[in-house]
Nanobody, 116 residues
Framework: QVQLVESGGGLVQAGGSLRLSCAASRIGFRINVMGWYRQAPGKQRELVADITSGGITNYADFVKGRFTISRENAKNTVYLQMNSLKPEDTAVYYC??????????WGQGTQVTVSS
């Protein structure tokens, strides 16, 4: 069974930083893309950033220059370094992994709250 375990959420003041981590379980397929999504109350889940196994990154416009996604393929782990946080970044952040072979998995979500 595929499992993604997230950590690193919490409460921070505006302008502060947090680092999220997500470790994915190993199955018979390699992971192609790992990413982070977020969902604020009353809003749809949206992509924050993702990264391919080759290191190609993709960011939503609203985090460019502030967030950095990275990945350790050997550990099936993805990170999201979040700097210059704003109150509007408050949301539940979800890890996502797309395995070769068609399996897609989601983490349980970690709350990020940015106070003004």
């Amino acid at each position: 069974q595929v499992q993604l375990v997230e950590s690193g959420g919490g409460l921070v003041q505006a302008g502060g930083s947090l680092r999220l981590s997500c470790a994915a379980s190993r199955i018979g397929f390699r992971i192609n893309v790992m990413g982070w999504y977020r969902q604020a109350p009353g809003k749809q889940r949206e992509l924050v950033a993702d990264i391919t196994s080759g290191g190609i990154t993709n960011y939503a416009d609203f985090v460019k220059g502030r967030f950095t996604i990275s990945r350790e393929n050997a550990k099936n782990t993805v990170y999201l370094q979040m700097n210059s946080l704003k109150p509007e970044d408050t949301a539940v952040y979800y890890c996502n992994a797309k395995y070769l072979g068609g399996v897609t998995a989601w983490g349980q979500g970690t709350q990020v709250t940015v106070s003004s």
